[in-house]
């Protein structure tokens, strides 16, 4: 690694398994380096040692300047970021972990999310914008990106958050979805929120370094995202959805051979380490809330998805 200053972001990516496309892997690369003009940034990329040289290709196409690292995988996702981590956290303000199927649509998308959260940085874990591709691409009804875990309606999931108008439309048609975009209840800033989706997972070194590693479950990234998430909370942080600020998630889908992968042993490490298990009913809400009661984890107990608590509002 050569020496630098340090950096506004870095940015995460294993690119890794049955599922890589090359042109995912560019439209990601691609959006992130036309969203963020004018932001002191770089790359490091995890691949499996015969897309390396891929890798190394797209962004000798897109820009080679911002490639820092492109590693040859040697373990599971955890280790593999828990590695750079260590490497990286004081190389960086902001670390984002992005998949590499997803598109970042708002133009200078950091900047607009970090000028938002201006004086309460210390008070933020976890940062994620709006999905468009289930909902304005699809018609359907999903808040991609956005956690149920433990809300009170998270049994109306995916009429939930911006989309709890919509339940009258789940399974319905595409067509009457598209049609009823009027009864989007977006927030007019940045909300306080339960958790976030491995999609789009954008934190500072700070914050993270409160959070703790990735947990070493499975081989792959199966309820990461909800385990950082309730660490974020439990350290007493907020995670928090940017509604303006916007992506799309996943790109050629239906072109994936294989889906989630080592579901049981995620869930059982959940379970073990948590007290309780994401998806059970009913949920021990009440231990819940005895055990975690000093943290941001009861907070979320209480709330509704769609009771916007903004993060101004303290």
């Known amino acids: ?130 999905d468009k591709r289930y909902l304005y691409d699809h018609g359907l009804v999903v808040p991609e990106g956005l956690r149920p875990d433990l809300y009170q309606d998270q049994n109306q999931w995916g009429a939930m958050f911006h989309l709890h108008k919509m339940a009258h439309l789940k399974g319905g048609s595409p067509l009457k979805v598209k049609d009823s975009l009027h009864l989007i209840d977006l927030p007019s800033a940045p909300v306080k929120i339960g958790g976030i989706m491995s999609c789009m ?42 509604p303006d600020v916007y992506y799309r998630h996943p790109l050629r889908k239906d072109l994936r051979p294989t889906g989630h992968k080592w579901q049981r042993k995620a869930h059982d490490s959940f379970a073990q380490k948590w007290g309780f298990d994401l998806g059970a009913r009913p949920l021990p809400i009440k231990k819940i809330r005895k055990k975690y009661k000093d943290t941001n984890i009861f907070w979320l107990t209480y709330k509704n998805s769609y009771d916007w608590e903004y993060l101004n509002e303290d």
């Open 201 to 242: 997972m954008l934190v500072q070194s700070s914050a993270l370094e409160k959070i703790g590693p990735c947990a070493e479950w499975t081989n792959y990234t199966m309820l990461i995202d909800a385990d950082w998430s309730l660490e974020a909370l439990k350290n007493n942080l907020w995670n928090v959805w940017v």
């Open 1 to 130: 690694m050569h020496r630098m200053n340090k950096l506004d972001l870095i940015i995460f990516i294993k690119h890794s398994g049955p599922n890589v496309r090359y042109d995912n892997m560019k439209d990601t690369v691609s959006s992130l380096i036309k969203t963020n003009e004018g932001v002191n940034y770089g790359f490091y990329v995890v691949a499996d040692d015969h897309l390396v040289a891929h890798v190394k290709k797209i962004f000798g196409e897109t820009d080679p300047t911002k490639l820092l690292e492109c590693i040859p995988s040697r373990a599971p996702w955890h280790r593999d970021f828990n590695h750079f981590f260590e490497s990286y956290k004081e190389k960086a303000e902001w670390i984002l972990i992005s998949h590499d199927d997803i598109e970042y649509c708002t133009p200078n998308f950091f900047k607009k999310i970090t000028t938002q959260l201006q004086g309460f940085e210390d008070k933020v874990g976890w940062v994620i914008g709006t």
